[in-house]
């Protein structure tokens, strides 16, 4: 058995959860998910727990078990507190801005980079040198912040470029300090 998929997933106050073959959907204070369910695994609801089992056990049912019963302790967490990743930029002229629901990246291209937010995507732009991408989809937050980190990665060389907040990026030598 699956050590994460057999734990049950305890829904908080102000949240509701509903299985409808082979959707379930769950509705709380931020928003609404929608999320489909594989046919080998079944969901029941009861006493505030959302319980998840499989009802066959080959390998890829095995797989999918933890998988599933994680995919909805997120969205449960989505709609009740939402999900945010941070990312720095660095380097001479690099800034953000944020306008409407397109975000411009100068990223020392010769032209600004613009970026259409997919729906249910908020973005915060701070002192234009720190984005903040939230929702309440957690892998919708990580696409659109793999994204826009896509754009310029961390130069190994100089460090300028768009990161994680708190990201690490080892500098290398360069030529003339390689001897």
């Known amino acids: 058995m699956s050590r994460i998929g057999k734990l049950p997933i305890p829904v908080p106050q102000g949240v509701t959860v509903q299985y409808e073959n082979p959707y379930v959907k769950v509705k709380g204070q931020k928003g609404e998910m929608i999320k489909k369910v594989e046919e080998r695994i079944e969901v029941t609801v009861d006493d505030g727990k959302v319980w998840v089992k499989r009802s066959h056990d080959d390998r890829e049912a095995r797989a999918l078990h933890g998988l599933t019963r994680t995919l909805i302790n997120n969205m449960i ?27 411009t990246l100068n990223l020392g291209y010769s032209h600004p980079i613009k970026y259409e937010l997919p729906p249910g995507i908020k973005v915060r732009v701070e002192k234009q040198t720190r984005v903040t991408v939230e929702g309440i989809d957690k892998y919708l937050v990580g696409e659109v912040s793999a994204r826009i980190r896509g754009f310029r990665k961390p130069d190994v060389y100089k460090g300028k470029g768009v990161r994680y907040t708190g990201e690490i990026v080892k500098k290398k030598v360069g030529k003339t300090g390689a001897k």
């Not at 945010?84 to 002229?93: C, N, P, R």
């Open 77 to 103: 967490l989505g709609v009740t507190q939402g999900f945010e990743k941070s990312l720095d930029i660095q380097g001479v002229g690099y800034r953000a801005d944020i306008q409407g629901n397109t975000l």
